[in-house]
Nanobody, 131 residues
Framework: EVDLVESGGGSVEAGGSLKLSCSAS????????MGWFRQSPGKEREGVAT????????SYADSVKGRFTISLDKAKTILYLKMDSLKPEDTAMYYC????????????????????????WGQGTQVTVSS
């Protein structure tokens, strides 16, 4: 069983920065994709950024390109999301998600666009950006 625990959320003013962390415990195996997703009240969960451990492929939502950076510490299985130039519309609960495979890490674009495909989720961390 794999558990994900997020940390690093908080409240910042517009233009500020935050760095989220997601620590995975348990056996993630040799091939996996992890990512950050967010959800605001009344909205569906959306993919922010995903990364695979096989080839370091990365996928970003257009709304965060150039402002957010996803990275993965493979040795410790810790996922990060550095968020710069934050905007009020970035306010949401941010979730870490993962999916494992025995053969090849799941496609980063497909999983970012379809959060329901991921089978492992953390409890979420709140990010609030004030104007």
């Amino acid at each position: 069983e794999v558990d994900l625990v997020e940390s690093g959320g908080g409240s910042v003013e517009a233009g500020g920065s935050l760095k989220l962390s997601c620590s995975a415990s348990g056996d993630v195996g040799a091939h996996y994709t992890m990512g950050w997703f967010r959800q605001s009240p009344g909205k569906e969960r959306e993919g922010v950024a995903t990364i695979s451990n096989d080839d370091d492929a990365i996928s970003y939502a257009d709304s965060v390109k150039g402002r957010f950076t996803i990275s993965l510490d493979k040795a410790k299985t810790i996922l990060y999301l550095k968020m710069d130039s934050l905007k009020p519309e970035d306010t949401a609960m941010y979730y870490c998600g993962a999916d494992l495979s025995r053969w090849k890490a799941p496609d980063v674009d497909i999983f970012r666009a379809n959060p329901s495909l991921l089978r492992i989720w953390g409890q979420g961390t709140q990010v609030t950006v004030s104007s």
